[in-house]
């Protein structure tokens, strides 16, 4: 038997194991970072809304105070107290006059003066405000808040976070790899055991490790190990009982076919040879007795008496011929000798009823079938007159598809309760014939008493075909 071949490496599906941990945990991890960055851009938003609102409400009612107290002055003295007044945080301050020319601007902002938030996180964090206008005597003023510096600011801290973020995750990713493929060491070992196993080592154990978990898999996959070597251990001592009862059926149907094929020769020598000899000696002594008997008496009574043992000879020769190897089943097939058989256990058993179906047999079976058939009944029916004491035997035969089917009933006191002991040689040597032919046997009782005998030989012969209804009528 071949052992079943390994689909996949299993140093191949453990590493596979071992990323998919380690992924399951490094998309924990992802999220809890996701999480942290959105608290923290949602904080920044709240931060940068709160400090851009109140510094421009800061900034318009500082102006607007202002622009009061400098309105006399008109615009030249707030364009002084705005230069003055130098860059605001977070807000922008425009001065036009009448005309919309523009008087001041707000300087650029010095604080992280080339730097800018990304624009996407601009968007977030950054609050949407109108500009605020005041009027300063023929002029205008603009106030626009700047919340570029705070989101910065914002971003600044972000970027440190994810710095921070990214080396600890790479950190847990290369710590929970490391991890899980210690973890998993015991499976590996495993995962070899079994691949081992499928390729014949059923032997293989693995060792116990200190982790409950993996020391119950270890303990399960040893007791697996333990049951697939007792199961194929069973296994091949089974095929090699089959072996060996195979070849005994095999050496036991040749010699019962040798046995037949010596009954077969001795039975056509004594038929041939014995049987025209012990006929030439009847012949010669009813000679004799013919032509002594006007004048001696006494010899011709001795002749006719050799001639009556020779014919008592003669049908004793007869007999053995037919235990032997019965000439009809060579001759006329096996119908015909169960026919003879039939009529002579009816003249030596004259209480007994027999009955005899065969009449739907074909003409051509194949010898070793025929042959087996013949002897099962011999065997049964001389069981039944020996030991059932009934008064009832009946034969029938039939084929049925690839199959004949023999059938031995009798109205007898049954088998006796140790019957299937040893020592019981004809039914051993009846059930050794039917399985030699890869038959089927069985016993039951009779209604309402008796043995009932059912034999199924398969007809095996080569180029053998099951006849048709027109052909057996």
């Known amino acids: ?36 960055v959105w608290e923290r851009i949602d904080d920044t938003r709240r931060s940068v809304r709160e400090e851009i609102e109140g510094s421009s409400l800061v900034a318009t009612q500082v102006l607007r105070r202002v622009s009061e107290a ?18 605001v945080r977070a807000n922008d301050i425009t001065l036009f006059d009448a005309r919309g020319n523009t008087l001041y601007r707000s300087p650029p902002f010095t604080y992280k003066a080339g730097r800018s938030a990304p624009a996407w996180f601009s968007r977030i964090v950054e609050p949407p405000l109108n500009p605020v206008e005041i009027r ?33 995750f790479a950190l847990v990713s290369a710590l929970v790899y490391g991890l899980a493929g210690i973890a998993l060491r015991p499976l590996t070992r495993v995962a070899d055991a079994l691949q081992r196993i ?21 303990v399960a996959m040893n007791r697996m190990a333990q049951s697939v070597q007792d199961s194929v251990a069973a296994t091949e001592a089974a095929a090699e009982a089959r072996a060996r009862l195979a070849e005994s059926r095999r050496l036991t149907r040749i010699i019962q076919e040798r046995i037949e094929h010596e009954r077969r020769a ?22 004799i007795a013919q032509r002594t008997e006007p004048h001696d008496a006494t010899s011709a009574q001795t002749a006719r008496l050799v001639a009556t043992t020779a014919a008592q000879m003669y049908d004793g020769v007869h007999r053995l011929i037919s235990r032997l190897r019965p000439l009809p089943l060579d001759e006329a097939g096996l119908g015909e000798a169960l026919v003879e058989m039939i009529a002579e256990w009816r003249a030596r058993q004259p209480a007994i009823e027999f009955s005899l179906d065969a009449s739907t047999l074909p003409a051509e079976i194949p010898e070793a079938v025929a042959t087996a058939a013949y002897r099962i009944v ?37 088998l006796p309760p140790d019957w299937t002991q040893r020592g019981r040689l004809g039914l051993a040597g009846l059930r050794e014939r039917v399985l030699a032919l890869a038959g089927e046997l069985s016993f039951a009782p ?7 005998l059912k034999v199924r030989l398969p007809l095996a012969a080569s180029g053998w075909e099951e006849p048709r209804a027109a052909a057996i009528e």
Not at 76 to 85: D, I, S
């Open 136 to 168: 300063i005597d023929a002029g205008r003023m603009v106030l626009r808040a700047d919340p570029s510096r705070a989101a910065l600011d914002g971003w600044d801290e972000l970027s440190k976070m994810l710095v921070v973020a990214a080396v600890g």
């Open 446 to 452: 009779a209604q309402p008493h008796g043995v009932d």
């Open 266 to 287: 001795i039975a056509r020598e004594l038929h041939d040879e014995l049987g025209q000899q012990i006929t030439a000696i009847k012949s010669m002594s009813l000679s």
């Open 198 to 218: 499928g390729q014949g080592e059923y032997g293989v154990r693995v060792p116990l490790p200190r982790g409950a978990e993996a020391r119950r898999i270890s």
């Open 378 to 414: 011999q065997e049964a029916v001389t069981n039944a007159v020996r030991h059932s004491g009934g008064t009832r035997v009946a034969v029938s035969l039939a084929v049925a598809g690839a199959a004949i089917d023999v059938r031995v009933v009798d109205n007898g006191s049954g």
């Open 70 to 87: 400098y309105g006399y002055g008109g615009l030249p003295a707030m364009v002084t107290f705005l230069q003055q007044l130098g860059r």
């Open 1 to 36: 038997m071949q052992p079943a071949t390994v689909a996949s490496d299993p140093a191949t599906q453990q590493m596979s194991l071992r990323l998919q941990i380690n992924l399951i945990i490094t998309a924990l991890v992802a999220v809890f970072v996701a999480l942290l």
